[in-house]
């Protein structure tokens, strides 16, 4: 399950960012990435989508790592938001069995 340690680990430039913020930007990106179709990499979508939106807020503005945005990529205006466009196109292409 997705959580702080989990996040701080994978992006470390955020363990200054207070725990309640981080707790909050987790939640948020827990309702829009769902394990139904997300699977193994459910928790990667969080942390990923998570790190995309605090680079994006006016308390992360010191760690967004702005990269150029073209069309191909909607959250590629951070290196957060390019990974996790990544892991957008894994999961949700090919088939399925359930």
């Known amino acids: 399950m997705a959580n702080r340690a989990g996040f701080i680990l994978r992006c470390p430039e955020f363990a200054r960012t207070g725990e309640a913020q981080v707790e909050a930007f987790l939640a948020d990106a827990a309702l829009e990435v769902?394990?139904?179709?997300?699977?193994?990499?459910?928790?990667?979508?969080?942390?990923?989508?998570?790190?995309h939106n605090l680079a994006l807020s006016p308390y992360g503005n010191a760690a967004q790592m702005v990269i150029d945005n073209d069309?191909?990529?909607?959250?590629?205006n951070t290196v957060y938001g390019v990974k996790y466009d990544t892991l957008v196109m894994q999961v949700s292409s090919g088939y399925r069995v359930a």
């Open 34 to 51: 769902d394990a139904d179709v997300w699977g193994e990499k459910t928790d990667l979508g969080i942390y990923y989508l998570t790190a």
């Open 71 to 76: 069309e191909n990529t909607p959250h590629g």
